[in-house]
């Protein structure tokens, strides 16, 4: 089994920044990927940025040019970087990891979520 324990989220003005944490520890094995997702009331969890066990990074156009993805391979840390933020940013964040392989077949894990608020 895997624990995803996320970090950083808050309350924060419009054009403010955060930065949220994500730490894995456990069964881990072979990382495919890591990335954050996030979900708004009444809307569904989409995916905000990603990035491969290659470090090739993936984001949504909502929020790229504004978040930064990163990751410590050695502490198998994930972390985003959240500048200029705007209200519609405002929703739970969520750590996802997915680890693969030929024999032990695909898991995928989920962290418990952030609150990110950005006031207006």
């Known amino acids: 089994q895997v624990q995803l324990v996320e970090s950083g989220g808050g309350l924060v003005q419009a054009g403010g920044s955060l930065r949220l944490s994500c730490a894995a520890s456990?069964?881990?094995?072979?990382?495919?990927?890591m990335g954050w997702y996030r979900q708004a009331p009444g809307k569904q969890r989409e995916s905000v940025a990603t990035?491969?066990?290659?470090?090739?990074?993936n984001y949504a156009l909502s929020v790229k040019g504004r978040f930064t993805i990163s990751r410590d391979i050695a502490k198998n840390t994930v972390s985003l970087q959240m500048n200029s933020l705007k209200p519609e940013d405002t929703a739970v964040y969520y750590c996802?990891?997915?680890?693969?392989?030929?024999?032990?077949?695909?898991?995928?894990?989920w962290g418990q979520g952030t609150q990110v608020t950005v006031s207006s």
């Open positions: 990035i491969t066990s290659g470090g090739v990074t």
């Open positions: 456990g069964s881990i094995f072979s990382i495919n990927y």
């Open positions: 996802k990891l997915v680890q693969e392989t030929a024999a032990m077949g695909r898991y995928t894990y």
